[in-house]
């Protein structure tokens, strides 16, 4: 038994198309693979040393490196392409009804209600759009009227857009709380996300202190059996979030993909048994949704280099675990996430030799390896990959 796990979820970093990515208008999608391709380059040898370049069935380049851990990809089955139904399919929740998206903007009772129960004497927007235009197309009016900017994605999600100094972060958190009341039942979005901006010069620039307010998920999941069986749970970055608190003992929130490795190896330090729960978001909201192909390779080989110092930090009894939850192709058309398999790495100092884990069937396989670890209840879907750890 590992005493702890260390899970590190790539946030975005897809790994080629899924077998139903038609469904989802996403055939052609592959974000570390167009990546690469693109680029021409990318070196990241601590991730390469685990098996990312010996995983099958992808266009990534095969590899001399001898792989020590266990690798391989896998598949979603719930019904979606975002962090939340990813997230909940990784510790067991199966979503078989997609979020609701709303291509034309929210209903006018649903904005007239949030209208009311916000106070706010109107808003900007309500169009589906991207976080970084919308605000420099409503910013100055934002600035004059006070009002909110409303805006929603491919993705479901109600996102509240507001300048720090117009809507202070405990008001634009207030609204978002209340828009999460609202937004229930056949209105039920998977997040409501506070997008606090502040002006840089000519632009207005999106800041780090953004927070998701998610729809509450089943209680028949990892996190709640390893917290009421007694084990430690910490969420750093936005797990916490995604998870709504439910199943999370302990939580810290980061300003970017190196401070959530920071915290992470600090929480090493700290908490000996149990699992710690660490979301890079950076690769998806700075990079794959602007379509920053340079941004995102540089931010891999960024991430790589500071997984030398958690592989260092790492004992005996450590479990190590990195993945994805979605991809969001950063060369693909659009600005939404698509439909892929995700790339899953394991590893403890135990392991001399690569193990080929092959095509998972669900993203729930990797949490049912954790809760098989920690002789918790099993999870309603997955198999446990223990035994080829071993």
Partial sequence: MFKRVIWIILDSVGIGEAPDADSFGDMGADTLGNILKMRGHLRVPNMERLGLFSIDGTTLPQTDVESVGAYGKAREISNGKDTTIGHWEMVGIHTKQSFPTYPTGFPKDIMDEFVKRTGCKGYLGNIVASGTQI??????????????????????????????????????????????????????????????????????????????????????????????????????????????????????????????????????????????????????????????????AQGLEDFDDRLGQILSKMKDDDLLIINADHGCDPTFRGTDHTREFIPVLMYHKGMHKGVNLGVLDTFADIGATIADNFGVKNLLIGTSLKEKLL
């Avoid at 950076?282 to 941004?295: I, N, P």
């Fill in 135 to 296: 605000i420099n197309e409503l910013g100055n009016d934002h600035m004059n009227t006070g009002y909110p900017i409303i805006y929603t994605s491919a993705d479901s999600v109600f996102q509240i857009a507001a300048h720090e100094d117009v809507i202070s972060l405990k008001n634009l958190y207030g609204m978002c709380e209340t828009a999460r009341k609202l937004l229930q039942g056949e209105h039920g979005v998977a997040r409501v996300i506070a997008r606090p901006f502040v002006k840089d010069g000519e632009k207005y620039i999106r800041t780090a202190n953004r927070r998701d307010f998610s729809l509450k998920p089943s209680q028949e999941n990892l996190l709640v059996y390893m917290k009421d069986a007694g084990y430690r749970v910490t969420g750093i970055g936005k797990i916490e979030d995604i998870f709504s608190g439910v199943g999370i003992c302990d939580a810290v929130h980061t300003k970017s993909n190196l401070d959530g490795m920071d915290k992470t190896a600090d929480f090493m330090e700290t908490q000996h048994e149990g699992l710690i729960f660490t979301n890079l978001v950076e690769f998806d909201s700075t990079w794959g949704h602007r379509r920053d192909v340079e941004g995102y």
